[in-house]
């Protein structure tokens, strides 16, 4: 079983080529694991991210994406 200081829950990800809604596990600054229903422990910072999209390291200069209800990693 993991154990992750953030669980970022209800997350649209927007990678380049797809959007995916579910829950991200991070450890140590790092992403470990997107899924579904990730385990949270009494140490664990919870992140509801209902109605916002997670992006990792998008370029928002040469995009022209709009920033808006965004979370970036």
């Known amino acids: 079983m993991f154990s992750f200081d953030l669980v ?5 990800v927007v990678t380049a080529s797809d959007e995916v809604r579910c ?8 992403v470990k ?3 579904q ?3 949270v422990g009494s140490n664990t ?4 991210a209902e109605g916002a999209y997670v992006t990792v390291s ?3 200069s ?4 709009l920033a808006h209800n965004c ?3």
């Open 71 to 73: 979370f970036s990693f």
């Open 45 to 48: 910072r919870v992140i509801d």
């Open 62 to 65: 040469r995009t022209g994406f």
């Open 58 to 60: 998008l370029p928002w």
């Open 23 to 30: 829950d991200i596990g991070i450890k140590d600054g790092v």
């Open 8 to 12: 970022v829950k209800n997350a649209v």
């Open 33 to 35: 694991v997107l899924g």
């Open 37 to 39: 229903d990730l385990p």
